[in-house]
């Protein structure tokens, strides 16, 4: 048989299934594996169907599964860096996703030390020994930073390293290529414009990040990033 007649049969044998599944109502199921562009996997990232936020995420392999409508079109990977990136379907069911940014490898280990504390950096957690440039946190559920009046009296109380003018930030070593010297602040994995609406009593923890460890947040990292943990997000 002519590789042009075999290769019109197997077409019309796929639209016929294609036409069949969508008929019967059918899900599909699709696989596939995130990963960024050091090859390493992106964890905890959001699938999407037709731009539609689903409830399905990236493991700690990057790897995804789910089932969808026969007539979905477009299957998507939304990240705080990238936004959400599409692949049509035109029914396949592996997609893999290889996105143009670059996150610092999560490591495993069942050895607990300062190195293994996990710092989270919005769209997941590295271990603090994997973040070359200084790491500032506070654990903010004790007692005592409830009697700050501010977050912002709270970060210029605790946090070394960050200065705090009424409710400016600026985070010391970073050197501005913005027209704001004010860091990116990340809050529940989401960036927000400001703080000012965040009570201490509402924080879990803060942390700052400076340098090549700011540095996974692009451009708008430059100044900085500024990681804020709300009391009972883990439960929403």
Sequence with gaps: MKPRILLLLLTAIFALNLSYS??????????????????????????????VKTDVTTNMKGAYKIRVKPDAEKIGVF?????????????????????????PPLVKSNIKDAGDDEINVGYGTVKRRNLTSSVSKIDATNPKY?????????????LP???????SIRIHGTS???????????????????????????????EVLKGSSASIYGARGANGVILINLIGAKNQ
Excluded: H
């Design 161 to 167: 390293g960050v200065q705090v003018q009424g409710t």
């Design 79 to 103: 990240t705080f860096l990238t936004g959400n990136v599409e692949e049509s379907i035109n029914g396949r069911t592996r997609i893999n996703f290889n996105l143009d940014i670059i996150i």
């Design 146 to 158: 409830a009697s700050y009046n501010s977050i912002y009296d709270m970060i210029r109380g605790e």
């Design 176 to 206: 501005s290529l913005m027209l704001s010297s004010e860091p990116l602040f990340v809050v529940d994995g989401v960036a927000v414009s400001s703080i000012a609406d965040i009570r201490p009593q509402m924080v879990r923890s803060i």
């Design 22 to 51: 969508q008929k019967s109502g059918k899900k599909m199921t699709i696989s596939g594996v995130v990963i960024d562009a050091d090859m390493y996997p992106v964890v905890n990232a959001i699938i999407m169907v037709d731009e």
